[in-house]
Protein backbone atom coordinates (compact mmCIF):
# COMPACT_ATOMS: atom_id res chain seq x y z
CA UNK A 1 0.00 0.00 0.00
CA UNK A 2 2.88 2.37 0.47
CA UNK A 3 3.90 2.16 -2.98
CA UNK A 4 0.60 2.79 -4.09
CA UNK A 5 0.30 5.78 -1.95
CA UNK A 6 3.68 7.34 -3.20
CA UNK A 7 2.27 6.68 -6.75
CA UNK A 8 -0.47 8.61 -5.98
CA UNK A 9 1.29 11.45 -4.36
CA UNK A 10 3.55 11.67 -7.66
CA UNK A 11 0.17 11.96 -9.98
CA UNK A 12 -0.66 14.84 -7.69
CA UNK A 13 2.63 16.72 -7.99
CA UNK A 14 2.96 16.28 -11.51
CA UNK A 15 -0.52 18.18 -11.97
CA UNK A 16 1.47 20.96 -11.60
CA UNK A 17 2.52 20.56 -15.60
CA UNK A 18 -0.53 22.13 -16.61
CA UNK A 19 0.22 25.31 -14.94
CA UNK A 20 3.42 25.29 -16.66
CA UNK A 21 2.78 28.02 -19.26
CA UNK A 22 5.61 27.81 -22.50
CA UNK A 23 6.06 31.05 -24.51
CA UNK A 24 4.85 29.28 -28.06
CA UNK A 25 1.38 29.24 -28.72
CA UNK A 26 -1.47 26.62 -29.78
CA UNK A 27 -1.56 26.66 -33.83
CA UNK A 28 -3.44 29.47 -35.57
CA UNK A 29 -4.48 30.76 -31.78
CA UNK A 30 -3.62 33.73 -29.27
CA UNK A 31 -3.46 31.08 -26.60
CA UNK A 32 -0.06 29.58 -24.96
CA UNK A 33 0.29 26.29 -24.74
CA UNK A 34 1.24 24.10 -21.35
CA UNK A 35 4.05 21.96 -20.58
CA UNK A 36 1.33 18.98 -20.46
CA UNK A 37 -0.37 19.78 -24.26
CA UNK A 38 3.32 20.04 -25.25
CA UNK A 39 4.00 17.04 -23.98
CA UNK A 40 1.02 15.39 -25.06
CA UNK A 41 1.50 16.40 -28.50
CA UNK A 42 5.27 15.43 -28.44
CA UNK A 43 3.61 11.58 -27.45
CA UNK A 44 1.11 12.01 -30.45
CA UNK A 45 3.78 13.01 -32.91
CA UNK A 46 6.20 10.36 -31.20
CA UNK A 47 3.12 7.95 -32.36
CA UNK A 48 2.84 9.11 -36.05
CA UNK A 49 6.18 10.07 -36.56
CA UNK A 50 8.40 7.61 -35.55
CA UNK A 51 9.13 6.11 -39.25
CA UNK A 52 10.78 8.84 -40.26
CA UNK A 53 13.56 8.18 -37.29
CA UNK A 54 17.13 8.16 -38.71
CA UNK A 55 17.53 4.41 -36.93
CA UNK A 56 14.53 2.07 -35.42
CA UNK A 57 13.47 3.53 -31.93
CA UNK A 58 12.15 2.07 -28.99
CA UNK A 59 8.87 3.68 -29.36
CA UNK A 60 7.60 3.17 -25.50
CA UNK A 61 11.22 4.81 -24.73
CA UNK A 62 10.46 7.77 -26.52
CA UNK A 63 6.98 8.30 -25.27
CA UNK A 64 8.50 7.72 -21.80
CA UNK A 65 10.79 10.19 -22.69
CA UNK A 66 8.80 13.19 -24.36
CA UNK A 67 5.84 12.49 -21.82
CA UNK A 68 8.35 13.47 -18.80
CA UNK A 69 10.93 15.36 -20.52
CA UNK A 70 9.52 18.56 -18.78
CA UNK A 71 8.53 17.35 -15.40
CA UNK A 72 11.20 18.80 -14.04
CA UNK A 73 10.06 22.27 -14.86
CA UNK A 74 7.47 22.24 -12.16
CA UNK A 75 10.17 23.41 -9.66
CA UNK A 76 13.21 24.56 -12.36
CA UNK A 77 10.29 26.54 -14.35
CA UNK A 78 10.43 26.48 -18.43
CA UNK A 79 13.27 28.40 -20.12
CA UNK A 80 12.74 30.20 -23.76
CA UNK A 81 14.96 28.46 -25.80
CA UNK A 82 15.55 31.36 -27.59
CA UNK A 83 16.17 33.18 -23.73
CA UNK A 84 19.24 35.60 -24.32
CA UNK A 85 19.73 35.67 -20.15
CA UNK A 86 19.36 32.28 -19.27
CA UNK A 87 21.24 29.34 -20.88
CA UNK A 88 18.57 26.89 -22.09
CA UNK A 89 20.37 23.87 -20.71
CA UNK A 90 20.01 24.61 -17.00
CA UNK A 91 21.30 20.81 -16.59
CA UNK A 92 22.06 21.63 -12.54
CA UNK A 93 18.43 23.00 -11.02
CA UNK A 94 16.79 20.97 -13.47
CA UNK A 95 18.52 17.58 -11.91
CA UNK A 96 17.94 18.73 -8.49
CA UNK A 97 14.11 19.12 -9.38
CA UNK A 98 14.14 15.33 -11.17
CA UNK A 99 15.59 13.95 -7.93
CA UNK A 100 12.76 15.58 -5.74
CA UNK A 101 9.84 14.98 -7.91
CA UNK A 102 10.66 11.29 -9.55
CA UNK A 103 12.15 10.73 -5.90
CA UNK A 104 8.46 11.01 -4.72
CA UNK A 105 7.61 7.79 -6.72
CA UNK A 106 8.74 3.99 -4.99
CA UNK A 107 12.30 3.71 -5.21
CA UNK A 108 12.71 1.26 -8.57
CA UNK A 109 10.45 3.28 -10.52
CA UNK A 110 12.49 6.61 -9.10
CA UNK A 111 15.72 5.38 -10.93
CA UNK A 112 13.99 4.10 -14.35
CA UNK A 113 12.33 7.86 -14.94
CA UNK A 114 15.29 9.45 -13.78
CA UNK A 115 17.85 7.27 -15.83
CA UNK A 116 14.96 7.77 -19.00
CA UNK A 117 14.92 11.72 -18.13
CA UNK A 118 19.05 11.50 -17.89
CA UNK A 119 18.74 9.68 -21.22
CA UNK A 120 17.12 12.77 -22.90
CA UNK A 121 18.73 15.17 -21.51
CA UNK A 122 22.42 13.61 -22.65
CA UNK A 123 20.94 13.01 -26.54
CA UNK A 124 23.50 10.15 -27.00
CA UNK A 125 20.75 7.55 -27.94
CA UNK A 126 18.28 6.54 -30.74
CA UNK A 127 15.71 7.33 -28.99
CA UNK A 128 16.84 10.48 -27.07
CA UNK A 129 17.57 11.94 -30.92
CA UNK A 130 14.45 11.04 -31.95
CA UNK A 131 12.43 12.61 -28.75
CA UNK A 132 14.31 15.50 -29.09
CA UNK A 133 13.85 16.40 -32.42
CA UNK A 134 10.43 16.40 -31.88
CA UNK A 135 10.80 18.44 -28.79
CA UNK A 136 12.40 21.34 -31.73
CA UNK A 137 9.82 20.50 -34.39
CA UNK A 138 6.48 21.31 -32.41
CA UNK A 139 7.74 24.51 -31.69
CA UNK A 140 8.44 25.07 -35.69
CA UNK A 141 5.17 24.05 -36.53
CA UNK A 142 3.51 26.25 -34.26
CA UNK A 143 5.37 29.42 -34.91
CA UNK A 144 4.58 29.06 -38.94
CA UNK A 145 1.21 28.03 -38.19
CA UNK A 146 0.92 31.44 -35.94
CA UNK A 147 2.67 33.81 -38.62
CA UNK A 148 6.18 34.02 -36.97
CA UNK A 149 4.72 33.63 -32.92
CA UNK A 150 7.47 33.70 -30.88
CA UNK A 151 10.04 34.58 -33.67
CA UNK A 152 8.44 38.26 -34.40
CA UNK A 153 7.24 38.63 -30.49
CA UNK A 154 10.99 38.11 -29.20
CA UNK A 155 12.61 39.47 -32.58
CA UNK A 156 13.89 36.00 -32.95
CA UNK A 157 16.21 36.45 -36.95
CA UNK A 158 16.81 33.55 -39.07
CA UNK A 159 20.60 32.58 -37.54
CA UNK A 160 19.31 31.31 -34.11
CA UNK A 161 16.29 29.35 -35.77
CA UNK A 162 18.27 27.48 -37.54
CA UNK A 163 20.83 27.20 -35.51
CA UNK A 164 18.38 25.61 -32.72
CA UNK A 165 16.35 23.90 -35.01
CA UNK A 166 19.40 22.32 -37.21
CA UNK A 167 19.03 19.60 -34.26
CA UNK A 168 16.08 18.20 -35.92
CA UNK A 169 19.03 16.50 -38.09
CA UNK A 170 19.99 14.35 -34.84
CA UNK A 171 16.64 12.19 -35.00
CA UNK A 172 15.57 12.02 -38.73
CA UNK A 173 17.44 13.63 -41.67
CA UNK A 174 13.58 13.92 -43.45
CA UNK A 175 11.53 15.83 -40.76
CA UNK A 176 14.78 17.92 -40.97
CA UNK A 177 14.70 18.54 -44.69
CA UNK A 178 10.95 19.65 -43.83
CA UNK A 179 11.70 21.51 -41.26
CA UNK A 180 14.50 23.41 -43.06
CA UNK A 181 11.90 23.68 -45.74
CA UNK A 182 9.19 25.46 -43.57
CA UNK A 183 11.81 27.75 -42.33
CA UNK A 184 13.12 29.15 -45.40
CA UNK A 185 9.77 29.53 -46.90
CA UNK A 186 9.09 31.49 -43.36
CA UNK A 187 11.95 33.50 -44.91
CA UNK A 188 9.74 34.45 -47.93
CA UNK A 189 6.76 35.16 -46.54
CA UNK A 190 8.47 37.97 -44.55
CA UNK A 191 7.97 36.04 -40.86
CA UNK A 192 11.33 35.56 -39.94
CA UNK A 193 14.06 37.82 -40.82
CA UNK A 194 17.36 36.88 -42.32
CA UNK A 195 20.12 39.55 -42.43
CA UNK A 196 21.48 40.00 -46.22
Known amino acids: MQDLERQI???????KVKYIQRRTRLFQSDRHENDAEHSWHLAMMTLVLAPHANEPVDVLKVL????????????????????????HENTDEERLAATRIFGILPDDQAQELIAIWE????????????????DRLEPLL????????????FDVDYRKVYEKKEKIRNGSAVLWNYAHGLIEDSVARGILKKED
Open 9 to 15: AFIKEID
Open 64 to 87: KMVLIHDIVEIDAGDTFIYDTQKA
Open 119 to 134: EFEAGETAEARFARSM
Open 142 to 153: QNVSNDGGTWKE
